[in-house]
């Protein structure tokens, strides 16, 4: 069965500190991957994506991700992160068109001073 | 429009009473998807429109939960006999390829009492 998973449910880190958010499939194919971020009370947002071409794909708000086929991963990075990137990161994973992305439970990100 | 237009952004409402959800895609925007998101769960998929038909319905809950779309454009998600645990944020989506990625709306929060 297709799936997604975020291993970590809560993530808190220093300001300034670097970041990775990890995420895993289980896909039949080399499957379209996604990152979104939600802040409170907001809806969700693109990050970056990837589903061909250079596996390290570059974001919005300085995040990267880095495709590894061999271990089935799509880690989120950031090298220095900000106060204003707490919130709920949100990995997700789909195929071909005709079915709808598949979503991870995400993982909340806390930034102390 | 310019993004996607949820509404109401919120409705209360009593146990047993039918509710209608709105949503208002993209312009050229030919794929919208619904999922619900339950306060700490990730994103659980509903249902996906093509143009106006739903090549997959199958996360719908129950036959309580019904979908249509109409001109390739406006979708309307509504709830028969509503319970207390429909209560959740009902976000919408649209896209025009997969590997685009989706654009949400902000969503309707929805409280039965």
Request: neutral net charge; glycine residues 10%.
């Amino acid at each position: 069965a297709q799936s997604v998973t975020q291993p970590d449910i809560h993530i808190t880190v220093s300001e300034g500190a670097s970041l990775e958010l990890r995420c895993n499939y289980s896909y039949g194919a080399t499957p379209y991957l996604f990152w979104y971020v939600q802040s409170p009370g907001q809806g969700l947002q693109l990050l970056l994506k990837y589903f061909s071409g250079d596996t390290l794909v570059q974001g919005i708000k300085g995040f990267e991700a880095e495709f590894k086929r061999s271990q089935s991963s799509f880690n989120l990075r950031k090298p220095s992160v900000h106060w204003s990137d707490a919130a709920e990161y949100f990995c997700a994973v789909g195929a071909n068109s005709g079915y709808a992305l598949n979503f991870g439970k995400g993982t909340s990100l806390l930034v102390t001073p | 429009g310019a993004g996607v237009s949820q509404s109401p952004s919120n409705k209360v409402t009593e146990k047993g009473k039918d509710v209608e959800l709105r949503c208002d895609p993209i312009s050229g925007h030919t794929a919208l998807y619904w999922y619900r998101q339950s306060l700490g769960q990730g994103l659980e998929f509903l249902i996906y429109f093509q143009g106006n038909s739903a090549p997959d319905k199958s996360g719908l809950p129950s036959d309580r939960f019904s979908a249509e779309r109409t001109g390739g454009s406006v979708s309307t998600l509504t709830i028969q006999r509503t319970q207390q645990e429909d209560s959740a944020v009902y976000l919408c989506a649209s896209s025009v390829r997969q590997e685009y990625g989706y654009t949400f709306g902000s969503g309707t929060r929805l409280t039965v009492v």
